[in-house]
């Protein structure tokens, strides 16, 4: 018997998302707990073990690796082109 909710890929990258952007921005308040870590851990996991047509596995991993080259391209690489100006 499984109790857990289907959660769809819209609304599960959405909280994912913020998740990811208060951890890289390191905002100040409120900060990045082990709670929010674990939350956003046990969201991933449902969704890349639910079902078939929900499994969200590959289109989580292609959203996560667009979001880790948005940051590097927007907030990295312009930091060390004004280190090395």
């Known amino acids: 018997m499984n109790d857990r909710q ?9 909280f994912v998302q913020k998740g990811i ?3 890289l921005e390191g905002l100040p308040e409120p900060q990045f707990c082990s709670e929010d870590y ?3 851990y046990a969201t991933i996991y449902n969704m ?7 499994d969200y596995s590959q289109q989580l991993y292609d959203k996560y ?3 880790f080259e948005e940051c590097i ?3 990295v690489l312009p ?3 004004m280190s090395f100006c």
């Open 73 to 75: 391209n927007s907030v």
């Open 21 to 23: 952007t208060k951890l």
């Open 65 to 67: 690796g667009e979001s």
């Open 38 to 40: 674990m939350m956003i």
């Open 79 to 81: 930091s060390l082109r």
């Open 6 to 14: 289907t959660i769809n890929l819209e609304q599960g990258w959405e």
């Open 48 to 54: 890349c073990t639910q079902k078939p047509p929900h």
